[in-house]
């Protein structure tokens, strides 16, 4: 695969999702001020020493901006792994085991997603306290509940082939028809859909920021950075609006990059039926 096959909408969001994950990664190296550190007067404008100009508090807001991405991406980042570790096997495991193990294992599925998402996270964060462990735990307990169902509807098809077939009359066992039959016959599915979920998770965390349930200060996600500064808006203050943009152009990257995933994925199966 080379550069001049890959869509242009699928380079622009490799282009914009690497420079926020190289920005995350290298925070501590390419901020020019500690997060914290009050540096100026509270809103001031762009200028040679302060490029995005100051916040609510007078902190340099690029510095903020870079130690937020790398907050925002840390937390969804490890939000959509765990809810797909859990997720992906235990609908994997539903669809093999069938029966009542299915049924009982779906029905309790169903019955957590049936409360709004974001009113059992508040209920829950207000009750215990927002640390980074807590916020991964519940967004990915909210979240694998979506990957659960997909996984398990992809198993379902991929279940009644021969080769798993086979697998059953070899005595294979669970684990092995789950990871070494259904998973690589499903792992493109469910790559495209991380993505997806990535962005929700980013803007799951954001919503949980902006209502003060999410990253507490003096740390903050970009989300929290949109609170902080809102009411500079009614001013003509734009410290609110970067951190929002910033929000936006990571989720329509990503979900470029998915997209395309997607695309070629179900090209290649096109190709080999």
Do not use: H
């Amino acid at each position: 695969m080379t550069l001049r096959r890959i869509p242009i909408s699928a380079l622009i969001g490799l282009i914009l999702t690497g420079v926020s994950i190289f920005v995350a990664v290298f925070a501590p190296f390419l901020a020019p001020y500690s997060p914290a550190e009050t540096v100026g007067d509270v809103w001031e404008p762009a200028s040679d020493q302060f490029w995005l100009g100051t916040d609510n508090l007078g902190r340099d807001l690029l510095s903020r901006m870079i130690y937020g991405a790398r907050i925002t991406i840390f937390i969804a980042a490890a939000a959509t792994a765990l809810s797909f570790c859990v997720g992906a096997v235990a609908g994997f495991a539903a669809a093999v085991a069938g029966g009542l193990t299915d049924q009982a294992m779906s029905r309790s599925v169903d019955l957590l997603m049936s409360i709004p998402s974001l009113i059992f996270a508040l209920v829950v964060l207000s009750v215990l306290p927002s640390t980074v462990l807590i916020l991964i735990l519940v967004m990915a307990v909210l979240d694998f509940t979506r990957v659960y169902r997909l996984a398990r509807a992809v198993a379902v098809d991929v279940n009644v082939m021969d080769y798993v077939e086979a697998a059953r009359l070899r005595g294979e066992r669970l684990k092995w028809i789950v990871f070494r039959e259904i998973l690589p016959n499903a792992l493109s599915t469910l790559v495209a859909e991380l993505g997806l979920r990535f962005i929700f998770m980013v803007l799951f965390l954001s919503s949980l920021s902006f209502l003060g349930l999410g990253v507490q200060p003096p740390e903050s996600d970009w989300g929290g950075m949109v609170k902080e500064n809102k009411d500079g808006i009614i001013f003509g203050i734009p410290a609110a609006l970067i951190p929002a943009a910033a929000i936006s152009v990571l989720a329509i990257s990503v979900n470029l990059v998915a997209d395309w995933i997607l695309r070629r994925t179900s090209d290649l199966k096109g190709g080999r039926s």
